[in-house]
């Protein structure tokens, strides 16, 4: 098939019936004010909002904000607002154009313009993925506020980081009278609704100002998997698609989303299509992180310390895939109760056969990316459950001592592994201060605040499970460190 339309209104036509959106690009007005246009947004809310508004109508349209780069925003607006969206390892590859998309933003380049549509009372909902770092949390939820931070929540510099964009929005919503809006927090942050309250709170305090009425912050769980695009993948997109697309993402067929029902703007129908709508978001949320999130991890970690480059490739690693479903069954699982007729062990076993999907081409290092940021989430708290009962992780252990070998930043077979991490810099100075052993290693990390609690930098017997496990990885490496652990 030779492909001969750039993606953008004037090849819909021409595109393959199942190919092209579910509503008519320019035809739904904006109710929604997205952070962060990269690709999950683009793959799972975006879609979602798309198909309720096609199924049940609504004025529904997401303004997509890119809060730095402006590189996929011009993709972006070069094709009318469309991409598409193609799933792969389920047979044959499927793309589909999306045209949900009714605005667009540029927190860095106008910030000004974002708070404005915010503010505006047609916005019913202003949703984020913009990962956990951008929040500026510490793992306690304390707001990390510094002079830049300051003076953009007081209006002494233009608002262009997340706290900031949404007080400034927020106090210009309520003295122009804009009505209720919800905050939706899509990303992977324990407790989201709440802990993103608690940062409006926080940094509201510091502007002079309160929370105003009528803004709720509901919890909520997203999961479908959605590797970075390469340019397999763009090639691919356009055989499927009959077009070409400068601005495709790639994703998995499973998808799903819980929230907790509290829009006092009102909602798209997306229980009509799909979406879990409950009154409490908390097991789904443990699940997801800690028996997906955390053990997604563990794959990576011990997948680039093993010289792999793709997830699928760390589970053919001999003895990796019976130690993560040890991980799961004997760490995990003992936490906490999983929703209403779903078991943990199942779902790490769902999770687990999502992992092996190579057609994700899904690369360790990539979701080895702000492991300070994300293991907090996904794995310090199954630690201290177990600890608090008294219990001794194994498992957990041997991954978190995983992510300091890694960021160590040399694989076993001595090749440099890059430290992506907002606090890089601190931990490399800690290692840099440490004697270079496995207790001066998990000594010099354990004592970062930033990352560890005090009641889990102070644990004797955790200190001691990551001596034993660092050091076997060391000596040892990780392929003769995990054979014979599934057993």
């Known amino acids: 098939m030779t492909v001969t339309y750039r993606l953008d209104r004037g090849a819909l036509s021409s595109l393959p019936a199942a190919a092209r959106p579910a ?7 904006p109710g929604i004010v997205h952070l962060g246009l990269g690709a999950f947004h683009r793959a799972h809310q975006a879609v979602f909002t798309e198909a309720a508004v096609a199924a049940s109508g609504g004025q529904w349209g997401i303004v997509g904000v890119a809060p730095r780069s402006r590189e996929i925003l011009d993709k972006l607006r070069e094709q009318d607002g469309l991409y598409s969206v193609l799933t792969v390892g389920d047979g044959e590859d499927r793309a589909r154009a999306v045209g949900i998309l009714a605005g667009f933003g540029h927190a860095a380049g106008d910030p000004y313009g974002v708070v404005a549509a915010i503010a505006d009372p047609n916005i019913r909902i202003v949703s984020m993925t ?11 939820g304390r707001l990390l506020l510094d002079d830049e931070l300051r003076d953009q929540l007081t209006g002494h510099a233009p608002p262009t980081t997340v706290p900031a964009l949404l007080v400034r929005g927020l106090l210009r919503r309520q003295a122009a009278g804009g009505g209720p809006l919800t905050v939706l927090c899509c990303d992977n942050l324990q407790g989201n609704g709440p802990r993103i309250r608690g940062l409006v709170e926080q940094a509201l305090d510091v502007a002079g100002a309160h929370l105003p009425a009528g803004v709720a912050f509901p919890a ?45 703007g009102g909602r798209p129908d997306w229980a009509g299509v ?73 779902y790490g076993e769902t999770a687990l056969e999502r992992f092996a999907n190579r057609e994700l081409g899904h690369r360790n290092l990539q979701v080895a990316m702000d492991g300070s940021q994300k293991l907090p989430h996904r794995l310090l708290g199954t630690i201290s459950d177990l600890r608090r009962a008294g219990a001794t992780p194994g498992w957990a252990v041997l991954v978190l001592a995983a992510w300091m070998r890694f960021a160590r930043g040399y694989a076993d077979n001595g090749a440099p592994l890059q430290l992506d991490d907002p606090l890089a810099g601190r931990i490399r100075a800690a290692l840099a201060a440490a004697p270079d052993n496995p207790a001066g290693v998990v000594g010099a990390l354990l004592a970062l605040g930033e990352i560890f609690p005090a009641h889990l930098a102070g644990d004797d017997v955790l200190r001691s499970g990551l001596i034993r496990w660092y050091g076997e990885l060391e000596r040892h490496g990780v392929e003769a460190t995990v054979a014979g652990l599934g057993t």
């Open 220 to 264: 909520t769980m997203v999961d479908r998997i959605v590797p970075a695009t390469s340019a397999g993948h763009i090639r691919r997109t356009a055989l499927a698609l009959g077009a070409d697309d400068a601005a495709p993402v790639v994703a998995e067929s499973f998808t799903q989303w819980v929230m907790q029902d509290d829009f006092p």
């Open 130 to 140: 913009v990962t956990e770092k951008a929040y500026r949390l510490d793992p306690a």
């Open 274 to 346: 799909g979406a879990i709508m409950t009154d409490d978001v908390t097991s789904w949320e443990k699940l997801k992180l800690r028996a997906l999130n955390a053990v997604h991890s563990a794959c990576a970690y011990l997948g680039a310390l093993a010289g792999r480059e793709l997830i699928a490739d760390s589970l053919d690693i001999p003895g990796l895939p019976g130690m993560l479903r040890r991980f799961i069954a004997e760490d995990i699982a003992p936490t906490f109760e999983p929703p209403p007729g779903v078991t943990v062990v199942g």
């Open 23 to 29: 509503v008519e690009p320019g035809s739904v007005r």
